[in-house]
């Protein structure tokens, strides 16, 4: 088994990383570059496998565990921590499920030693959109007649881009025998350098440049046997992401939001403390004004961290009554982490919008919570149904 570092979950830890990432986050949101370095800092603190298993040889952290590492990386940069979320979340289903091949994983695991080694499950597609609404996709997975498999296909907003080692591809099995109504759906293991795989530059967003969330194609990328996993169906027919029905899977990418208005906290605090007017005479942090708007950015943080690990300490705690609501607990840490950094750009006028300062980058980084499914208008009116018995 490989030799993967114990990472230090230590406050004072955990806050170098989060210098240390910061200190370049800037200069990859400029570039869309992939952000290297803030992927070695992550990777040599042991914070990229946290949730590899034990009996592969990994520390085997939980969800609060995990939730804690990702805010910190999202306080760093939001990119660095959605990379390393999809990485600790493939690493979590894997110990949960043992679903790769093991030479695959075996393999990742060897490469997770050497450097920065990612994997990422890829799912979008143009006509398809986000299987989190339903949907087959049109990538296939095809018997070739030596067994393996052969995959076709094009996918978009494949974050990670060719900083991937693993794709984790969604696609549709077409084999002989197969029920063309009925087709199986699975997660096709792939290693990124094969042949056959090929990206578009197609990331050009408001917030998360430099996650490389490109498009990529498939062209008779051969793959073994063991490369097609089933994914089931759920009760109602639907087949359902393995990464979403876990509370990691559920919470890992509200965890970098709520990172991205920490930081935006600490930059309003130096900011107030060191903005001296002329015509104030005094930093404006001693004005009521500015003192206000502090406490509503902490507000709003206080009710988004309370919301995120409380939901990971009641499920340690083995409660379940909450669970229904989890879609809704989503979006009020959405809103809460949208709200501070929002408050913080208002109040500084110019300051907050210039790209001399990182207010700007967080609000564009932050923005982007709203990606993540469930979105906003499907968890209020699943609940709403709920609750109305409808």
């Not at 806050?15 to 370095?37: F, H, K, L, M, S």
């Not at 949907?135 to 494949?158: E, I």
């Not at 197609?202 to 990328?221: K, Q």
């Not at 639907?238 to 965890?255: E, I, K, W």
Request: hydrophobic fraction near 45%.
């Amino acid at each position: 088994m490989p030799d993967l570092v114990v990472p230090d979950l230590s406050p004072e830890a955990l806050a170098a990383v989060t210098a240390q990432i910061a200190g370049c986050a800037a200069e990859y949101d400029r570039t869309g570059a992939i952000p290297v370095r803030g992927l070695e800092v992550a990777h040599q603190a042991g914070l990229l496998t946290g949730t590899v298993a034990a009996r592969y040889g990994g520390p085997g952290l939980g969800p609060l565990e995990t939730v804690r590492i990702l805010v910190a990386l999202g306080e760093g940069d939001a990119s660095v921590g959605l990379l390393a979320a999809n990485n600790l979340i493939v690493h979590q289903r894997q110990a949960a499920a043992d679903s790769w091949p093991v030479a695959s994983y075996a393999d990742l695991l060897w490469r997770s030693v050497q450097g920065p080694a990612l994997a990422n499950a890829v799912r979008s597609e143009p006509e398809l959109g986000s299987p989190s609404r339903g949907g087959l996709p049109r990538t296939t997975a095809s018997r070739h007649p030596d067994g393996g498999w052969v995959l076709n296909g094009r996918k978009t907003y494949a974050t990670g881009g060719a900083a991937l080692a693993y794709h984790v591809v969604w696609a549709v099995a077409d084999e002989p025998g197969g029920d063309p109504r009925r087709p199986r759906v699975g997660q096709v293991i792939v290693p990124a350098e094969l042949p056959g795989i090929s990206w578009s530059d197609s990331w050009d967003h408001l917030g998360l440049r430099a996650s490389n969330t490109h498009d990529v194609e498939y062209v008779d990328v051969r793959l073994p046997a063991d490369a097609f996993v089933e994914i089931p169906r759920g009760p109602d027919g639907v087949y359902r992401d393995p990464s979403t029905t876990t509370t990691l899977g559920n919470f890992a990418y509200s965890a970098i939001y709520v990172g991205v208005a920490r930081a935006a906290r600490s930059a309003f605090v130096r900011f107030a403390r060191e903005r001296v007017p002329a015509a104030l005479g005094r930093p404006i942090a001693t004005t009521e004004r500015i003192q206000t708007a502090a406490g509503e950015i902490d507000a709003q943080i206080a009710q988004a961290e309370t919301l995120l690990f409380g939901v990971q300490l009641r499920a340690e705690a083995g409660e379940t009554a909450h669970l229904p609501q989890l879609p809704l607990v989503k979006v009020q840490i959405a809103r809460s982490a949208i709200a501070a950094v929002e408050t913080a750009v208002a109040v500084l006028g110019n300051p907050g919008l210039t790209r001399h300062l990182p207010f700007e980058r967080l609000l564009r980084d932050v923005l982007c919570v709203r990606v993540h499914p469930p979105q906003e208008d499907t968890a209020l009116s699943a609940a709403g149904r709920r609750l109305l018995g409808q």
